[in-house]
């Protein structure tokens, strides 16, 4: 079926870590959209982490709600319980039907601090400050190093590969097209060839006014494809408005950079879609 990559939204976050919806509340709009798979995927429980991740106890929560509504919708809709696993992270990936690999910090060498890289423009400007003698690029060359560290553990999917430039608007804390920027990128790009890694189109930072470009960046894009890599489309949802906000976008993106498919993630694994 044509464009079957709208019909998939495996990235979704649920008020039980940092989204803003219920999973039932969630799941009622997949449904009413068309959805045939509806895939959450909480922040794993990371110890140091007291703002968006899942506590212990709302990791159970979570699985049997996912649970409850997996009963609820079958025959109807997919409901697959996934996980979004910081490197960080002690929850276990192998219990979930699918896991997002994700790097969101970085560990400061000199104080010891857990800098969340992609929220608040003070935290990345105290991690090179404070951590890495106010070199931008080193940051970005540790962040990459986090990355291909995740792609080592071949998750289902590894997460928006470049988050490390959300809150870089203009260069403003490092240059995207410096040689040591990609060097480090492409090196983790390699890590993720190497380990058969699906990387995802992630739109959410577009859709939510952050950036003008996908995670990936084009250029990363081009490199990836020719490793040969292969792409899912996801909308990293925070909110039930947002489960296949900006998928078409993606796709046309793909298209002019020359991908012909994408792969689809439902009960059964990944399937190809053509673009």
């Known amino acids: ?61 979570y699985r049997a709600q996912v649970a409850k509504l997996r009963e609820r919708y079958a025959g109807k809709m997919d409901i697959l319980c996934g996980l979004e696993w910081d490197l960080l992270s002690d929850d276990d990936p192998s ?25 608040r423009e003070a935290d990345l400007a105290a991690c090179i400050q404070d951590d890495f003698d106010g070199d931008g690029l080193a940051v970005t060359e540790a962040y990459y190093a986090n990355v291909a560290a995740v792609a080592a553990k071949k998750p289902t999917i590894l997460g928006h590969f470049d988050l490390i430039k959300r ?7 490092f240059d995207e097209n410096d040689d040591r920027y990609l060097a480090a990128a492409r090196g983790a790009l390699q890590a993720a060839a190497d380990n058969h890694c699906v990387l995802e189109v992630n739109t959410g930072a577009v859709c939510r006014g952050f950036r003008q470009d996908f995670y990936p960046s084009p250029l990363l894009l081009r490199d990836w494809l020719a490793m040969g890599g292969e792409v899912v489309i996801t909308s990293d949802a925070h909110d039930a ?20 498919h994408v792969q689809v993630l439902g009960r059964e694994g990944f399937t190809p879609c053509e673009l």
């Not at 046309?252 to 012909?260: H, W």
């Open 1 to 61: 079926m044509a464009k079957e990559y709208l019909l998939s939204s495996v990235h979704v976050h649920t008020k039980l870590c940092d989204g803003k919806n219920t999973p039932e509340e969630l799941a009622v709009i997949a449904w009413k959209q068309g959805l045939r798979t509806l895939g959450f995927s909480g922040h794993s429980h990371t110890p140091h982490d007291i703002e968006y991740c899942m506590t212990n106890a709302r990791t159970q929560l």
């Open 167 to 173: 809150v870089n608007g203009g260069n403003r804390f």
């Open 241 to 260: 408005k947002a489960l296949t906000a900006g998928f078409e976008q993606a796709a046309a993106q793909l298209r002019e950079l020359g991908y012909t």
């Open 95 to 119: 219990a979930y039907d699918y896991w997002i690999g994700s790097a969101h910090y970085v560990h400061g060498p000199k104080t010891g601090r857990y800098y969340e890289i992609d929220w």
